[in-house]
């Protein structure tokens, strides 16, 4: 029996070694799976940050009562104050620094002010969803809800992990996230593309 070399057959073969070894390959290659997950964010006290828009409620006082922007420095104009720092804080800890500033400058005798905030800087959501944009960010939103809030997954998208770029103190890391990772304001969110 004689054995036959057909060059096209061995091209064939080639092939096919080479795309099931490219399957292989990228089966285990999504991307970002290699990324180190973003440490635990527990929903908490929501801290203020530059975008914020607050209302400051200064009881029996409509002249200094009003909404006011947290600004890029994570200062706040206040009437008769002027800037006072924001970032940072809790809501609960301005109310009280207003309350000090106000009393300590002899402008109200016994002050009583209450911050709310008016609307929270916004979330990113990029890549594999629906509508990618910018979402204002609530207490307790995990990337799950960003994604729902972002028209949910398409059908492209790796669902079990994305990542998420946080800034910290001027310093940016960015890292995996699962769909029960709680976001934190001004965070972005990337839902990656499967390859396969």
Do not use: H, W
Request: aromatic fraction near 8%.
């Amino acid at each position: 029996m004689s054995f036959e070399f057909s060059p096209r057959a061995g091209l064939s073969i080639g092939r096919r070694g080479l795309i099931g070894g490219s399957v292989l390959l990228l089966a285990g290659c999504n991307p970002g799976r290699d990324l180190v997950p973003l440490p635990d964010t527990k929903p908490s006290s929501y801290r203020l940050g530059g975008g914020d828009v607050i209302r400051a409620i200064v009881f029996g006082e409509d002249q200094l009562t009003g909404e006011f922007r947290v600004d890029d420095q994570g200062q706040v104009a206040v009437p008769l104050l002027g800037s006072v720092r924001a970032a940072g804080l809790t809501p609960d800890q301005l109310s009280g620094q207003l309350t000090q500033a106000l009393k300590s400058r002899n402008i109200l005798r016994n002050p009583s002010v209450v911050i709310e905030v008016v609307s929270y800087r916004p979330v990113f959501v990029l890549g594999e969803v629906a509508k990618p944009g910018q979402y204002a960010f609530q207490p307790g939103m995990t990337m799950l809800t960003a994604v729902a809030i972002a028209g949910g997954f398409t059908y492209r998208a790796v669902r079990d992990y994305g990542s998420v770029v946080r800034t910290t103190n001027n310093d940016a890391v960015v890292g995996k996230a699962f769909p029960s990772s709680f976001l934190a304001p001004g965070d972005v969110v990337n839902v990656f593309e499967r390859l396969f």
